[in-house]
């Protein structure tokens, strides 16, 4: 009965305005279901909700967002479809980035439009290296609490595999524990809406990703689907799909900052 209510009312809210985000609901909404959840996996909304009140101190958060790959870089594609990640990573970057700033936190995009960034590393090397320096730049330049890299997946020799993957380094800590925040809106908020056939939720796991390894700011990398399953790649082509992916990572990289409390 409980998740029955959540799922009509977030229907009834996203209907009304598609840009609205879960977490900014009317008060009257969260009291309900904080009192009829209390104790249970759900109460760590009414947590971000509590952060999300308090304007000064989000407001002292730098959040900066890699939309993976771009210009001549296409990342993974769906030749039939003419589906390129580099654009799905720019449309959920740019979304994500759009969340935080109404919440009051200070988003940085690693690229705004479909561009690739060698050009802004001075790295002798190939041009795909350079544009990974460029990443790193930006992101260990902008002074930020943390970093999230969106992505898009691929599995070419299994084609069953799909659904959210979030990647940390295993050398932090604080990476680790970004990962844990944000499965944990993943799995309520996108998994509970879409992915509720698959037996699976959200991983974490370690990973050997350079925008991991080189940058000195805590971060994760998000494989958001799997562009060779069949229905991750109808979610991906979704606007309401990136829409709830978006308001997920969001929510958890409100909830890690509101809990780590670095910017006091």
């Known amino acids: ?26 008060q009257w ?33 730098t959040v900066v967002i890699d939309a993976g790959h771009g210009g001549i870089d296409g990342g993974t594609y769906d030749k039939h479809l003419m589906l390129l990640e580099k654009d799905i990573n720019l449309d959920v970057a740019l979304k994500i980035q759009k969340i935080l700033q109404r919440n ?14 060698e050009e802004k590393s001075n790295l002798k ?44 380094n295993k050398n932090s800590e604080e990476s680790k524990k970004i990962a844990e925040e944000i499965k944990k809106s993943v799995d309520f908020i996108v998994y509970d809406e879409f992915l509720d056939s ?22 994760v990398l998000v494989e958001i689907g799997y562009i060779t399953n069949l229905e991750d790649k109808k979610l991906l082509q979704q606007e309401t799909y990136k829409k709830h992916i978006a308001l997920a990572v969001s929510d958890g990289i409100i909830r890690y900052l509101f809990k780590t409390g670095d910017y006091f």
């Open 1 to 26: 009965m409980i998740q029955n209510f959540i799922k009509k009312a977030k229907k009834k809210y996203f209907k009304k305005d598609k840009s609205i985000i879960f977490i900014i609901l009317p």
């Open 29 to 61: 909404l969260f009291l309900a279901l904080s009192i009829a959840i209390v104790g249970l996996a759900f109460s760590f909304v009414h947590q971000t909700i509590t952060s999300i009140s308090n304007k000064n101190v989000l407001l002292q958060s």
């Open 104 to 117: 009051d936190i200070t988003a940085v995009v690693t690229r705004e439009k479909d561009v690739s960034l």
């Open 125 to 168: 090397s190939t041009r795909h290296a350079r544009d990974l320096d460029a990443r790193r730049q930006i992101i260990d330049g902008s002074r930020g609490s943390l970093f999230v890299s969106i992505h898009v997946d691929a599995q070419p020799k299994n084609l069953n595999t799909r659904g959210v993957k979030i990647f940390y």
């Open 198 to 219: 698959s037996s699976m939720k959200a991983e974490i796991a370690p990973g050997n990703f350079y925008v991991l390894r080189a940058t000195k700011t805590p971060g």
